[in-house]
């Protein structure tokens, strides 16, 4: 069965995006990009919550015709090319390629787990991850916490009585500056 792998950026405080919902915060820097590019190498799909795919089909398809950034010329290439898939239970399709899927989220995630095929990365966003958190269906965490106290915002884990125990697979500092936090999902 493939493994979803959440990767997430977050502030020291814990939010994926600021009170006003900014997300101008987080450095794509020269290390962190090198190891996102392995990260894209062990997986063939991309998973995206409908808020999460609206902000990456309005930039990608084109960034690296308006962007000159060394990170954003590698990715668009890769994004383009990747496998897509949206969880929406109000989109009835996308474009760019990508699949629409969620109107039974256990079920249709379980589907996609079993196909063969390489990892499957779940990108950004809170409300798709916890919902596949309290699922039990995220297998890995990948949590970059960049320098910043955002002060408020978009918590990465929404509140929840019941708790997840992990365990602690890798850490690794980039660029002086950004950690990654890298769990697997541990049996309660």
């Known amino acids: 069965m493939r493994k979803i792998i959440h990767l997430v950026h977050q502030s020291v405080d814990g939010y994926i995006e600021g009170p006003k919902g900014e997300f101008d915060w987080p450095r794509m820097t020269p290390e962190l ?20 795919w609206e902000m990456m089909a309005a930039y990608w398809p084109t960034a690296d015709s308006v962007s ?18 949206v969880v929406s239970t109000t989109l009835e ?21 079993n196909e063969p ?46 708790r997840r125990p992990l365990n602690l697979i890798d850490s690794r ?3 002086a500056r950004t950690v990654m936090l890298r769990y697997e999902r541990a049996e309660d």
């Open 33 to 52: 990009s090198e190891f996102g590019r392995t990260v894209n190498d062990g997986v063939d799909t991309f998973l995206y919550g409908r808020v999460v």
């Open 93 to 113: 399709r996308a474009e760019w390629g990508a699949e629409v899927i969620g109107k039974n989220l256990a079920e249709d995630i379980t589907t996609l787990k």
């Open 68 to 85: 000159t950034d060394p990170h954003n010329l590698r990715f668009a290439p890769i994004w383009r090319a990747m496998r897509k898939v």
């Open 173 to 175: 500092i980039f660029d």
């Open 117 to 162: 095929g390489k990892d499957i990365l779940l990108t950004g966003g809170a409300e798709l991850a916890n919902a596949l958190t309290e699922l039990g269906l995220i297998d890995e965490y990948m949590i970059f916490v960049h320098p910043v106290v955002l002060g408020g915002g978009r918590p990465v884990f929404r509140p929840d009585e019941r």
